[in-house]
């Protein structure tokens, strides 16, 4: 079982930047790969990022360059950097843990992109 919060969501100007926590319950070397994924009101829940607990980080082809997924062990944390926000990347982020064939998520945490 895995418990993760998100955290660090909020309103933000266009150009602005944000970075996501999320913390997880257990070793996060034990969870064989960590993401997020949005969804924006009225679509599917889509792949920002993810990484796996070698550390390899892969991304949505749309967003790589203005999103960096990274990863504290120390601190069974993972992070999502974002620059240049748009207001299309505004939604509900999820934070997602994998370990073997289950998935676990986060509650989410909003990210609004407006003026």
Known sequence: QVQLV???GGLVQPGGSLRLSCAASRSIRSI????????????QRELVAAITNGGTPMYAASLKGRFTISRDNARNTVYL???????EDTAVYYCNGRVGSLNYWGQGTQVTVSS
């Open 81 to 87: 950097h974002m620059i240049s926000l748009k207001p």
């Open 6 to 8: 998100e955290s660090g």
């Open 32 to 43: 064989d790969a960590m993401g997020w994924y949005r969804q924006a009101p009225g679509k």
